[in-house]
């Protein structure tokens, strides 16, 4: 069935560095794919998004990436600070359905 | 603004109780959805509604009942259920369209069965 593999499943970082995470789906007719973060106890929160249509999107210090060929798509947070520590999930959908096959999620830790 | 508001933010209750809980939002959406989330796990897609209507039922038991009052609305009635379904239980909502429906996420509720 449809599945989105996310790696890798924790990550730390210094204060400053920068984090990738990557996600791989199976569903060729992906063509949307969000990334959400959750801090603790709260909600997902849409931090970016990105379309089949786009290769490449930013946001300040948040950049998402996407390789329709090898079916792949990273998320690349730069100068990364301790606020944003949190979970963070990756997801794939298709055009005319509603469901996110989301990713298992990466345990994100900056060290201050 | 893209908020979703849910009550009550937690809720115990006993395995023969009957209780709801509430999701409303203002943003014009016209899908919207029930999700379940367990500890350190991805959200879980249960039901969705597509104006007012039950658009997918992920083969949710039957304790689990959703309800769809109106276009800004959405309940989800509780009954009999057991401590394995305590979980952090999601309202969300999209606008209609493709490609893509960016889901918005409201804070959740906690729900404790004891």
């Known amino acids: 069935g449809e599945n989105v593999e996310q790696h890798p499943s924790t990550l730390s970082v210094q204060e400053g560095d920068s984090a990738v995470i990557k996600c791989t789906y199976s569903?060729?007719?992906?063509?949307?794919f969000p990334w959400y973060k959750q801090e603790l106890g709260k909600r997902p929160q849409l931090i970016i998004d990105?379309?089949?249509?786009?290769g490449e999107k930013k946001d300040q210090r948040i950049a998402v990436t996407l390789n329709k060929t090898a079916k792949h798509f990273s998320l690349h947070i730069t100068e990364t600070q301790p606020e944003d520590s949190a979970v963070y999930f990756c997801?794939?959908?298709?055009?005319?359905?509603?469901?996110?096959?989301f990713g298992t999620g990466t345990r994100l830790k900056v060290l201050a | 603004d893209t908020e979703v508001t849910q009550t009550p933010k937690h809720l115990v209750m006993g395995m023969t109780n009957k209780k709801s809980l509430k999701c409303e939002q203002h943003?014009?959406?016209?899908?919207m959805y029930w999700y379940k989330q367990k500890a350190k796990k991805p959200p879980e897609l249960m039901f969705v509604?597509?104006?007012?209507?039950?658009?997918i039922n992920e083969s949710v038991p039957s304790r689990f009942s959703p309800e769809c009052p109106n276009s800004s609305l959405l309940n989800l009635h509780l009954h009999a259920l057991q401590p394995e379904d305590s979980a952090l239980y999601l309202c969300?909502?999209?606008?209609?369209?493709?490609?893509?429906?960016?889901?918005?996420f409201g804070e959740g509720s906690w729900l404790t069965v004891v």
């Open positions: 509604y597509s104006y007012e209507k039950l658009s």
């Open positions: 569903d060729s007719a992906s063509n949307y």
């Open positions: 997801a794939a959908s298709t055009s005319g359905t509603y469901k996110y096959i």
């Open positions: 943003m014009g959406h016209r899908a």
């Open positions: 969300a909502s999209s606008q209609e369209g493709s490609p893509g429906n960016t889901i918005y």
């Open positions: 990105i379309r089949s249509n786009v």
